[in-house]
């Protein structure tokens, strides 16, 4: 039986199906050493040798990048559209320890229902200079089949991963992105929960990263040291994986702040921050705090005018104090005027906050706190609109990667 292995915190209650118990990556490891050779049309070095009359420069050609996307509900090699739409119909009992735990079974289909966000999140990914073909997906059962599929040597391929989910490759994670960079793959890891410190197969997955987006800051210095010196190294917190544009904006929404927590998150300190906002704002207060609502159902909540997006225990730590939850991204994306907890340190979200695209407070202040929600009311449609309008253009994972990879040398 395969067995959910459940990690929780303040961005989301994280499940993921762990590795078939009957499957062993070791004995098709021969496939990825010296038999793993360049793709095939990948040139090793450059032609020379012969002089010819200068020639006008040729217009930029456009990249064709191919994204293969890791998902922990995946299986075998799917294309991304296909995986989606098989989502709502997947057994998830055979993926969970226990199938009579009722809440265990909503928990897993709300995470499937999630990582099934970010393949939609970046299949809609749109930058001038490339073209991005349609995505595809592979789970742990999947990652061998990439190496045995031909690849056009007009074509890039990366295979993006997120989350802590290399860890769910154990120890070979680092020989998996070393084959595929043999291959001419590139990898990019859009990681998030302090994984330089936490993550086990970091220190062998580091020197194969061609991109790394992280949100701890900084990066554990021996971590750091092994990474490869052309690598690209971005330091974002996790956005909204959500499709832009794809939610309308609503231009007379309920004079109403929608409180966004998550149930590990509700603290004592939490149950205060609801009591105090219930009696400050009465009916104009609703709150979510058992991270009981659906992918799908985001959209519904851009009829209320603001959200609130507090902190919680893991963005305590100093290596999370400039990094935040997704929820002000998404909320953002739905045209909610995100209302937003400082770090104990400060910084945290700098550049929306002077920009006005975010509404913050001091971080643990009941009264900034209220006062802050009470100028998110204030917002005028105009104001709103314009967040609507940044965040869906720039604040979404797929504007994120999109931006990465376009900024990011193409294969030589």
């Known amino acids: ?74 299986g075998h090699h799917q294309d991304g559209a296909g995986f989606v739409r098989s989502l709502p119909l997947m057994d998830l009992r055979p993926r969970v320890s226990d199938p009579s735990d009722a809440a265990l079974m909503v928990k897993a289909r709300l995470d499937c229902d999630w990582h099934g966000e970010h393949v939609r999140a970046f299949n809609s990914m749109r930058i001038d200079g490339i073209e991005f073909l349609p995505v595809e997906v592979v789970g742990v059962a999947g990652v061998l089949d990439v190496l045995g599929r031909p690849r056009s040597p007009h074509e890039e391929w990366w295979f993006v991963i997120t989350g802590q989910d290399p860890q769910k490759l154990g120890g070979a994670a680092g020989r998996l992105m070393s084959a595929y960079s043999r291959y001419g793959i590139r990898t990019l890891y859009y990681a998030f929960d302090e994984a330089s410190r936490t993550m086990p197969c970091f220190k062998d997955i580091a020197p194969h990263l061609s991109v790394l987006i992280h949100d701890e800051s900084p990066l ?38 929608l ?92 550049e929306l906050h002077r920009a006005g695209l975010i509404v913050r407070y001091p971080h643990g202040n009941l009264n900034a706190m209220a006062e802050a929600c009470e100028r998110a009311l204030a917002a005028s449609a105009d104001e709103r609109r314009r967040i609507y309008q940044h965040f869906n253009g720039h604040e979404t994972v797929g504007s994120v990667v999109a931006a990465a990879i376009a900024e990011h040398s193409p294969a030589v």
């Open 259 to 350: 409180f966004l927590g998550s149930q590990l998150g509700l603290t004592d300190h939490r149950r205060r921050q609801i009591e105090f906002l219930r009696t400050r704002f009465k009916d104009r207060f609703i709150a979510i705090y058992d991270h009981s609502l659906p992918v799908a159902e985001r959209a519904r909540l851009g009829r209320y005018k603001a959200s609130l997006c507090p902190e919680g225990r893991k963005f305590a730590t100093p290596g999370m104090g400039a990094t935040h939850t997704d929820r002000p991204f998404w909320s953002g994306c739905l045209g909610m005027v995100p209302v937003s907890e400082n770090s104990r340190r400060g910084g945290r979200l700098d």
């Open 220 to 257: 554990d210095p021996a971590a750091r040291a092994l990474l490869r010196p052309d690598a690209s190294l971005i330091h974002r917190s996790w956005v909204a994986n959500c499709v832009p544009w794809e939610a309308p904006f609503d231009e007379a929404p309920e004079e109403r702040i």
């Open 1 to 74: 039986m395969r067995v959910l292995a459940l990690f929780g915190d303040d961005h989301h209650p994280f499940i993921f199906p762990a590795a078939p118990a009957n499957m062993s990556l070791s004995l098709t490891w021969k496939l990825m050493g010296e038999a793993v050779a360049p793709c095939p049309g990948r040139p090793c070095h450059a032609e020379t040798g012969f002089s010819a009359a200068p020639a006008a420069p040729a217009p930029a050609a456009v990249r064709r990048v191919k994204i293969i996307h890791f998902s922990p509900w995946a």
